[in-house]
């Protein structure tokens, strides 16, 4: 078993910046890709940024040069900086990471996060 926990969101003006964490517990050294996803209100879940456990990163085209996704495995943490914010970032973000068997994988609850214009 794995449990998240996330932090780090808030009210932000535009053109601001936030960092999310993610602190993982349970199982973690299971643990392969790193992630997070957004949910507006009436919007399909977008996958916002990935980081496998050899440190490759991948980002959705909406927030590609304006976030940077990283990981402390030794802290077993995953971080979302998100910089030059748009208020259509406003969205609950949620954490997860993909077990080493292919098959389970593991959601934090989310913060939120307000980007006002």
């Known amino acids: 078993q794995v449990q998240l926990v996330e932090s780090g969101g808030g009210l932000v003006q535009a053109g601001g910046s936030l960092r999310l964490s993610c602190v993982v517990s349970?199982?973690?050294?299971?643990?392969?890709?790193m992630g997070w996803y957004r949910q507006a209100p009436s919007k399909q879940r977008e996958l916002v940024a990935t980081?496998?456990?050899?440190?490759?990163?991948r980002y959705a085209d909406s927030v590609k040069g304006r976030s940077t996704i990283s990981r402390d495995n030794a802290k077993n943490t995953v971080y979302l900086e998100m910089n030059s914010l748009l208020p259509e970032d406003t969205a609950v973000y949620c954490c997860?990471?993909?077990?080493?068997?292919?098959?389970?994988?593991?959601w934090g609850q989310g913060t939120q996060v307000t980007v006002s214009s």
């Open positions: 349970g199982s973690t050294f299971q643990i392969t890709t």
């Open positions: 980081i496998r456990i050899d440190g490759n990163t």
């Open positions: 997860y990471v993909n077990m080493r068997n292919g098959r389970d994988n593991y």
